[in-house]
């Protein structure tokens, strides 16, 4: 039996729907809801909900669904205006309806239904409701009094962000999403507008806080905010004013729990979890968790049960989709690196921010738009955004995709075999542009593991000249770069599959570093490079390049990333060195730039060189977005052609935020603020997120790892998938019979989360 006496903490659309699911479900219960407010009181105005929130809602209780149908203005169009050119996208399908009216729908159905509506009323404590009633939800908002009470077991983490906005309201519907862009004498500012009745419209004003605090505004009342943003919009708002309701500026919180539940109080909405206003996703969730707590509830025979349940459901929806309103809500806080983009790219680059919204599904909901997007980019007629030819300097590679770089610890004594011959023999018959060889060491000491390979012999540069004519016979168009590094303080370490980064047993070879210091307890020990001993290190790069020339490479990369012995001194978690080599950002650059200048004086003046740089270190006190940037100007400034962007593995005790494309960011913010060329990495997986991606703006190459190793002909792959057969990919004569995609079974559309009838 599941509880029958619930306490309702907060009166917000997450919780009036989950009394009135919790009580449909089950009559018997006696529920209760407090609300401090009166009935009528609310903040902001439009509530926009998904369809597949609707659908959701439709199968839980169609009386509901019903009162809401007849209350949603609906509409598919997204306007972005950006200095004067509007821009439109269709075929996105928004509902909305006022906030104050989804509260009166959802209180009459609680009334209906026997629920305990108290208004103006501070609930108990849930410590105190937990001791006499069987379920406390707790849907008390961002500024929940529930998790602050018990914040040893939920364990938050609430994180202010840079930006800051206000919720007002127009007297009139705008026909579409409406995105508009103002610059002005202080920065720039943003509208977020759309209908959410036929006379009446949401509008969010935001802005970064030091434009907000250059403008005044943290001077002005309320109503002398909503009268000075009407005036910078009115343009949008065709000389309209503007309305508030309990308005006021603030900066938005992103609120994440550990734990959602302790002992039989659980949370819900905002309680648990925040998202970005921009991704239209507080109301969504808060209704999207009560539908789930309810479910769990009715399908477990414990309270317990259904509330680890329901955690377990709700948990990674809701992380990816904190993922998405990050990507967006960091999107517009940088809104100025994208304002000197085309305003149809711009356009597009809004869009596609969140990564919910790709290429795929833009060109199917506007194909008109999508194409047009693509003309303006230089898309060859027919080719997806991905099969458009990139040039750096005399190579033109035939596409964007990479095969990145991937440590295939399989060397003997440095020199590539048969396993290599096969390894990227293979991935150039796959169609990518660009084939990367693994990090190619330019000493035996700067080998990572006795596995590596390297360049420091004649031997192993015939070897690597026989991979490079087999990629150019059998794969012609396919260009081979060549990634040169030195391990620093990372080396003489087991094979990857035997212990990542643990040193030899024997047989190990000394280090060296910037600085002294192990990369983790039980780490050897580096010797510090003396001033003598970076010439020697310098000569061993210039020689590993000039083999690598003369072994027929199409382009060379210096790896000055990952913590090995470059970007060793580009951290200053790594490099403590008190000469000219440490201490200021110009500093720990010298010894790179110095090997770099060197290498680019031997290497043919008419093949690119890229550098590989970690953007962040992920470590308080590491390298950071900021100087990351620095460093790509300046590594572009002495003639690297491409950035290639990674981050982290400087330090042991890094702490990277994971997530799909989690790298990108950073190339993305290297590429349009320098104006350099980037290659993006990690965790880029699909075709469409690399015709996104590049088609944005964001990017110019894509870098793919793990799915090369998944499918070595992931590039042709994706030209049979979208249709595609030109001159951007090339199947084997041997392969041509397989460059159709094979048929596949059907799958069946998953059943409803609760249905309950009518």
């Excluded at 800051?164 to 920065?187: N, P």
């Excluded at 003369?550 to 970007?567: N, P, Q, R, T």
């Amino acid at each position: 039996m599941g509880p029958l006496r619930v306490a309702v903490i907060g009166g917000g659309p997450g919780g009036l729907y989950a009394a009135a699911l919790l009580k449909r479900l089950d009559p018997r219960r006696e529920i209760t809801v407090w609300e401090r407010n009166a009935p009528d009181d609310t903040f902001g105005f439009g509530v926009v909900l998904s369809d597949e929130t609707l659908g959701g809602i439709e199968d839980a209780d169609p009386v509901v669904h019903a009162a809401l149908q007849a209350e949603f203005v609906r509409w598919d169009d997204i306007d972005v205006v950006h200095r004067g050119t509007r821009h439109t996208s269709g075929g996105h399908g928004f509902a909305a309806l006022g906030r104050r009216r989804l509260l009166e729908i959802l209180h009459e159905r609680c009334r209906q239904l026997g629920v305990n509506l108290r208004f103006r009323s501070e609930a108990p404590s849930a410590a105190d409701l937990a001791r006499d009633h069987d379920l406390v939800v707790a849907a008390d908002g961002v500024h929940s009094a529930t998790r602050e009470a018990h914040a040893d077991t939920f364990r938050p983490r609430v994180e202010e962000h840079r930006c800051r906005y206000i919720w007002l309201a127009a007297d009139f519907a705008f026909d579409a999403f409406r995105f508009e862009i103002a610059e002005t004498e202080h920065g720039v500012m943003q509208l977020h507008g759309y209908p959410y009745t036929g006379g009446d419209s949401t509008v969010i004003v935001e802005m970064r806080e030091e434009v907000w605090r250059a403008a005044g505004f943290d001077e002005l009342d309320v109503s002398e905010s909503v009268e000075r943003c009407a005036k910078i919009f009115t343009e949008a708002l065709g000389g309209r004013g503007l309305r508030s309701n309990n308005s006021a500026w603030t900066a938005f919180r992103t609120v994440v729990n550990e734990k959602w539940s302790h002992g039989n109080v659980v949370l819900v909405g905002d309680a648990a979890h925040t998202a970005h206003f921009s991704i239209g996703s507080g109301t969504k969730l808060a209704v999207e968790d009560a539908l789930a707590l309810a479910a769990c509830l009715q399908e477990q025979p414990t309270t317990a049960e259904a509330l680890a349940a329901y955690e377990a459901e709700r948990r990674p929806v809701v992380a990816s989709t904190q993922r998405a309103a990050r990507a967006s809500l960091e999107w517009f806080e940088n809104i100025g690196l994208y304002l000197d983009q085309p305003a149809r790219q711009f356009a597009f680059n809004l869009l596609t921010r969140s990564r919910r919204v790709t290429h795929d599904n833009l060109r199917l909901r506007d194909p008109h738009f999508t194409e047009a997007v693509e003309r303006d980019f230089g898309c060859p007629p027919g080719a997806p955004p991905m099969f458009t030819p990139l040039r750096l300097r005399d190579l033109t590679l035939r596409n964007r995709v990479v095969v990145s770089p991937m440590d295939m610890y399989s060397a003997q004594a440095g020199v590539p075999g048969d396993f290599h011959l096969v390894h990227l023999g293979a991935r150039a018959l796959g169609g990518a542009g660009l084939v990367m060889t693994e990090m190619v060491c330019v000493s035996p000491e700067g080998r990572i593991t006795p596995g590596c390979t390297g360049l420091y012999t004649t031997e192993q540069a015939t070897a690597w000249r026989r991979i490079t004519e087999f990629a150019h016979t059998q794969a012609p168009g396919t260009a081979v770069g060549v990634q040169l590094g030195h391990s620093g303080r990372k080396g003489s370490t087991k094979l990857m599959w035997e212990g990542i980064d643990e040193p030899l047993p024997d047989g190990n070879w000394p280090l060296v570093a910037a600085s002294p210091l192990p990369y983790k307890p039980g780490s050897q020990t580096p010797h510090e490079l003396a001033t003598g001993e970076l010439t020697d290190v310098r000569e061993q790069f210039t020689s590993a390049a000039l083999r690598a020339a003369d072994a027929g490479f199409d382009l060379l990369e210096l790896h000055c990333a990952h913590g090995y012995l470059l970007s060793g001194f580009l951290s200053p978690l790594s490099n403590h060195r008190t000469d000219a080599y440490g201490g200021s950002l110009t500093n720990r650059l010298r010894f790179p730039l110095e090997v770099f200048d060197a290498v680019r004086d031997v290497w043919p003046g008419d093949r690119p060189m890229t550098v590989r740089i970690s953007a962040t270190d992920w470590a308080e006190g590491g390298t950071d977005a900021h100087d990351a940037v620095e460093i790509a100007r300046t590594f572009a400034a002495h003639g690297a052609d491409a950035i290639d962007v990674s981050t982290g593995q400087v330090v042991a005790d890094e702490k990277p935020a994971y997530g799909r494309s989690y790298q990108v960011p950073f190339a993305d913010r290297i590429r349009n603020e320098t104006g350099t060329p980037v290659i993006s990495v990690g965790a880029i997986s699909s075709w469409d997120d690399v015709n996104s991606l590049i088609l944005a703006g964001r990017t110019d190459l894509c870098a793919l790892a793990r799915p090369h190793l998944y499918d070595p002909h992931w590039t042709l792959h994706a030209a049979a998938e979208q249709g595609y057969a030109g001159p951007g990919v090339a199947w084997p004569k041997p392969y041509e019979a397989g460059s159709r995609p094979p048929q596949t079974g059907r799958s069946d559309a998953p059943k409803p989360r609760l249905t309950l009838g009518g």
